[in-house]
């Protein structure tokens, strides 16, 4: 979609100052120092304004303070945690999605909706998801609901932490939140 915009403002002939925009695409497969490195490498020969990435939470940590530095923004389409919320730490951090604050309040409602106390999470080891689950038992306990226990998804290497069917068998709830992207 962002390409599209970019072929038809040059078709239109829109400029800012008298330049075309352009754009440079770098895909980072989830490690934040190819983050930092792509970022890096497309800012070094071109006049660039802003970065409109990247998609992971834990790449936006390292990236937006890079965009920083340079005074530029960096805009991400699907980072979430809500530490990068904070304007004092990431002053140029802009995302289009809201953060998972959002989506803690959302899991409360539904909670108090069905009279639901308790449950587990599942959560993957990045920004992502200790984001998450920090938003999650925050707004938990401001509502009075308890999060029974918490087990964590290693995505270094691909599996849990801990026994995961004793974990579940063995909680006093039946509700678990997966907190994970869906490629793990």
Same mark, same amino acid.
């Given at each position: 979609?962002?390409? *599209?915009?970019?072929?038809?403002?040059?078709?239109?002939?829109?400029?800012?100052?008298?330049?075309?925009?352009?754009?440079?695409? *770098?895909?980072?497969?989830?490690?934040?120092?190819?983050?930092?490195?792509?970022?890096?490498?497309?800012?070094?020969?071109?006049?660039?304004?802003?970065?409109?990435?990247?998609?992971? !939470?834990?790449?936006?940590?390292?990236?937006?303070?890079?965009?920083?530095?340079?005074?530029?923004?960096?805009?991400?389409? *699907?980072?979430?945690?809500?530490?990068?919320?904070?304007?004092?730490?990431?002053?140029?951090?802009?995302?289009?999605?809201?953060?998972?604050?959002?989506?803690?309040? !959302?899991?409360?409602?539904?909670?108090?909706?069905?009279?639901?106390?308790?449950?587990?999470?599942?959560?993957? /080891?990045?920004?992502?998801?200790?984001?998450?689950?920090?938003?999650? /038992?925050?707004?938990?306990?401001?509502?009075?609901?308890?999060?029974?226990?918490?087990?964590?998804?290693?995505?270094?290497?691909?599996?849990?932490?801990?026994?995961?069917?004793?974990?579940?068998?063995? !909680?006093?709830?039946?509700?678990?939140?997966?907190?994970?992207?869906?490629?793990?």
């Amino acid at each position: 979609m962002f390409k *599209a915009a970019v072929l038809l403002s040059h078709q239109y002939n829109i400029t800012i100052d008298g330049e075309f925009l352009g754009w440079q695409v *770098a895909e980072t497969t989830g490690g934040i120092i190819d983050a930092l490195s792509d970022a890096c490498r497309a800012v070094l020969n071109l006049n660039t304004v802003g970065i409109i990435g990247p998609e992971l !939470s834990r790449e936006s940590q390292l990236v937006a303070p890079f965009g920083e530095k340079l005074g530029i923004p960096v805009i991400s389409y *699907a980072s979430t945690d809500p530490d990068l919320s904070d304007k004092k730490t990431y002053p140029t951090f802009y995302r289009t999605v809201p953060s998972d604050d959002t989506a803690a309040s !959302s899991l409360v409602k539904l909670f108090i909706r069905y009279n639901w106390t308790s449950c587990s999470i599942i959560y993957q /080891n990045d920004a992502f998801g200790s984001g998450g689950v920090k938003a999650i /038992n925050q707004a938990f306990n401001q509502s009075k609901l308890t999060v029974t226990q918490t087990v964590i998804f290693d995505i270094g290497y691909l599996g849990f932490r801990g026994d995961l069917k004793v974990s579940l068998v063995n !909680s006093p709830t039946r509700i678990v939140i997966v907190w994970a992207e869906s490629i793990y």
